[in-house]
């Protein structure tokens, strides 16, 4: 399977746990995004990276969360000292460089926070 | 402020009834437009896109979008409808170029296609 990949699949953690995830996007791609999504809703954008360089940041990204890329490959996200709150899929999404490309998505993390 | 709004939360449908979702979009400047689906229990999927050209464009399935900028509008059809489409449908936005890579989504309509 040559498309995004995540893991795990699910997570369950108590609150107050630190969690980490994993995307390994699309070989060829050097843009890689990471989007939330709760019920109800669509895709949040969280952040993005072109290569290694982390470009954008959204507000939703609280101290709590950070995201790297380290040899933009694949990227971690990891949420410390998590919140029921932040119970919800975490979507990862990858892109060729340059202008109008479109995002490919992985299967998503689910996250429960008890 | 930027933003994608779906006018419809659920729609049910019949067989071979003709869709239409509606999509509409507040974004300053040029934009790229997507429809994005998600049958149940799998990823988001690309159906179609719009860069630029006709505003008419076609995607996978059957489906087509029309962009009108007058009115801000990206509306998803379909004019024969099969239970198989049955899925939660997205539209997005982002900044033509790529200047801004992330993509704005709408919350999404869930479409239920009866048999």
């Known amino acids: 399977d040559t498309g995004v990949s995540q893991n795990p699949r699910h997570k369950i953690t108590k609150r107050g746990q630190n969690v980490t995830f994993r995307c390994d996007p699309i070989?060829?791609?050097?843009?890689l995004y990471w989007y939330r999504q709760t019920l109800g809703q669509g895709p949040e954008f969280l952040t993005y990276?072109?290569?290694?360089?982390?470009?954008?940041k959204s507000r939703l990204l609280s101290d709590r969360f950070s995201a790297e890329r380290p040899k933009g490959s694949f990227s971690t996200l990891e949420i410390q000292r998590t919140e029921q709150g932040d119970s919800a899929m975490y979507l990862c999404?990858?892109?060729?460089?340059?202008?109008?490309?479109?995002?490919?998505f992985g299967q998503g993390t689910r996250l429960t926070v008890v | 402020a930027q933003s994608v709004s779906q006018h419809n939360h659920h729609v049910i449908l019949s067989e071979a009834a003709s869709l239409e979702l509606g999509c509409n979009y507040s974004?300053?400047?040029?934009?790229?437009l997507f429809w994005y689906v998600q049958y149940p229990g799998q990823h988001l999927q690309l159906l179609l896109k719009?860069?630029?050209?006709?505003?008419l464009v076609k995607g996978i399935k059957g489906f087509e979008a029309e962009f009108i900028k007058s009115k801000f509008s990206f509306n998803l059809r379909k004019p024969s409808v099969q239970w198989s489409d049955t899925a939660e449908y997205f539209c997005?936005?982002?900044?033509?170029?790529?200047?801004?890579?992330?993509?704005?989504f709408g919350k999404g309509t869930k479409l239920s296609v009866k048999p």
């Open positions: 999404a990858s892109s060729r460089g340059g202008g109008n490309t479109e995002a490919f």
């Open positions: 997005a936005v982002n900044g033509y170029g790529g200047s801004q890579g992330n993509l704005i």
């Open positions: 070989s060829e791609h050097n843009r």
């Open positions: 990276f072109q290569n290694e360089a982390q470009l954008e």
């Open positions: 719009y860069f630029s050209g006709d505003p």
């Open positions: 974004y300053g400047g040029t934009v790229n």
